[in-house]
Nanobody, 120 residues
């Protein structure tokens, strides 16, 4: 069993910054890609950013230049630094990880989500 635990969400004014963290735990053998997704009320979940285990990153156009994804493989943790936040960034943010566990099963694990609210 693999768990992803997120932290760092909260309420911030437009133009402000937040840093999200997500740490994986459990019977992990390998973590491949990790990423952040978000879901605003009444909208579908959308990709924010992903990062491979050799640090190759990918971003949604809406966050390029404002958000930075990074990871610490030794800590099994992925981060999302969010700067110059906008009202439209308000959403529940979820991390995910493509994992191979110690029984060599491959699957995608999701965190429970953390709320980010940007006031205008």
């Amino acid at each position: 069993q693999v768990q992803l635990v997120e932290s760092g969400g909260g309420l911030v004014q437009a133009g402000g910054s937040l840093r999200l963290s997500c740490t994986a735990g459990g019977r992990i053998f390998i973590i491949n890609s990790m990423g952040w997704y978000r879901q605003a009320p009444g909208k579908q979940r959308e990709l924010v950013a992903t990062i491979t285990n050799n640090q190759i990153t990918n971003y949604a156009d809406s966050v390029k230049g404002r958000f930075t994804i990074s990871r610490d493989n030794a800590k099994k943790t992925v981060y999302l630094q969010m700067n110059n936040l906008k009202f439209e960034d308000t959403a529940v943010y979820y991390c995910n990880a493509d994992v191979i566990d110690t029984s060599t099963r491959s699957f995608t694990s999701w965190g429970q989500g953390t709320q980010v609210t940007v006031s205008s």
